[in-house]
């Protein structure tokens, strides 16, 4: 069983940048594809950007392409969300998540696809 512990909230103001960092303990991270989501009070959970074990496939909301960047570290277990120009509309708490025994290059966007979560990080941004 992995656990996941993020890092790297706060708050900016719109337009800076952030870099969240998620890391993984318990397992073996290479064979995790893992994700990224945000939830505001008030609404679901939303998807925001995935990547395969391997690195070699990622995926984004629309919300956030352009503007956020997944990437991953597997030799040190972390994986990473860099997010530019940040809206007030980004406001939330940011988890990640790891999906366990995935194809090479397989992303997953859905809640349901990941078998574990982390506590997650608030984001904040200001107008």
Same mark, same amino acid.
């Not at 069983?1 to 991270?29: K, N, Y």
């Not at 352009?66 to 990437?71: E, H, L, V, W």
């Not at 397989?106 to 984001?123: I, L, N, P, S």
């Given at each position: %069983?992995?656990?996941?512990?993020?890092? @790297? @909230?706060?708050?900016? %103001?719109? +337009?800076?940048?952030?870099?969240?960092?998620?890391?993984?303990?318990? @397992?073996?991270?290479? *064979?995790?594809?893992?994700?990224?989501?945000?939830?505001?009070?008030? &609404?679901?959970? %939303?998807?925001?950007?995935?990547?395969?074990? $391997?690195? @070699?496939?990622?995926?984004?909301?629309?919300?956030? &392409?352009?503007?956020?960047?997944?990437?991953?570290?597997?030799? &040190?277990?972390?994986?990473?969300?860099?997010? *530019?120009?940040?809206?007030?509309?980004?406001?939330?708490?940011?988890?990640?998540?790891?999906?366990?025994?995935?194809?090479?290059?397989?992303?997953?966007?859905?809640?349901?696809?990941?078998?574990?979560?982390?506590? +997650?990080?608030?984001?904040?941004?200001? $107008?």
């Amino acid at each position: %069983q992995v656990q996941l512990v993020e890092s @790297g @909230g706060g708050l900016v %103001q719109a +337009g800076g940048s952030l870099r969240l960092s998620c890391a993984a303990s318990g @397992g073996t991270f290479s *064979n995790y594809a893992m994700g990224w989501f945000r939830q505001s009070p008030g &609404k679901e959970r %939303q998807f925001v950007a995935a990547i395969s074990w $391997s690195g @070699g496939n990622t995926n984004y909301a629309d919300s956030v &392409k352009g503007r956020f960047t997944i990437s991953r570290d597997n030799a &040190k277990n972390t994986v990473y969300l860099q997010m *530019n120009s940040l809206k007030p509309d980004d406001t939330a708490v940011y988890a990640c998540a790891a999906k366990w025994g995935s194809g090479r290059f397989y992303v997953y966007v859905g809640v349901d696809d990941y078998h574990y979560w982390g506590q +997650g990080t608030q984001v904040t941004v200001s $107008s």
